[in-house]
């Protein structure tokens, strides 16, 4: 199966900073990647689907402004939380889409903010 | 709109077997299963494209009832590996039920 890295695993940042979350397909091309948040104890929240070559589209009430999302090549997909705060703090998953076999899940990044 | 997703959660001992239900409101062209262990990401199970399709691997199996739009996750004989949340999908609009939290024990 295919096969989505995540960097950071983790990450630890101050209220009002910015942090950028990396998605990469490590052996294929993706066109299409999803940004999905995952509160404690709740199920996964589609925040956005970012393709290669264009503008992400994002779900309604996910803010494009603060979550930028950038699908520069073939392999990698950014999502940028900017100006966090406490609030923002979740479970970060991105993944790909396979064929006839659901979604390959990246390791996610939980991100918290101080 | 979610998928509604019942039970909510079940404990099990080792060797018992457990039924998840998924039902949609809207028609339902394929579904997907997924596992989630604690701190991690899905893994997927499986994907029904068809009204009346079953499959299977393993101890693991699901259906899909297109008419009554709903899908049932089948896990017979648990093992302690079971353990996670289970969740389902509506495969063509990528949305996850609020999942069923399946706990084995010894």
Redesign the interface.
């Known amino acids: 199966?295919a096969v989505v890295s995540q960097h950071p695993s983790w990450v630890i940042c101050k209220s009002g900073t910015s942090v950028k979350i990396e998605c990469r397909s490590l052996d294929f091309q993706a066109t299409t990647m999803?940004w999905y948040r995952q509160f404690p104890k709740?199920?996964?929240?589609?925040m956005a689907t970012s393709n290669e070559g264009s503008k992400a589209t994002y779900e309604q009430g996910v803010e494009k402004d603060k979550f930028l999302i950038n699908h520069a090549s073939l392999t990698l997909s950014t999502l940028t939380v900017t100006s966090a705060h406490p609030e923002d703090s979740s479970f970060y998953?991105c993944?790909t889409l396979?064929d006839?076999?659901?979604?390959?899940?990246?390791?996610?990044t939980?991100l918290t903010v101080t | 709109q979610q998928p509604v997703q019942s039970p909510q959660a079940v404990i099990l001992r080792e060797g018992e077997d457990a039924v998840i239900n998924c039902s949609s409101s809207k028609a339902l062209y394929s579904v997907h299963w997924y596992r989630q262990k604690h701190g991690e990401a899905p893994v997927f199970l499986m994907i029904l494209l068809k009204g009346g399709e079953q499959k299977g691997h393993e101890k693991i199996s699901a259906s899909f009832n297109e008419k009554k739009q709903q899908s049932s996750l089948y896990l017979t004989a648990s093992q302690l590996s079971y353990s996670g949340t289970y969740f389902c999908q509506y495969g063509n609009k990528l949305v996850f039920g609020a999942g069923t939290i399946l706990r084995v024990k010894s």
């Open positions: 199966g999803f709740q199920s996964l929240m589609l998953i993944s396979g006839r076999v659901g979604q390959y899940f990246g390791p996610g939980r």
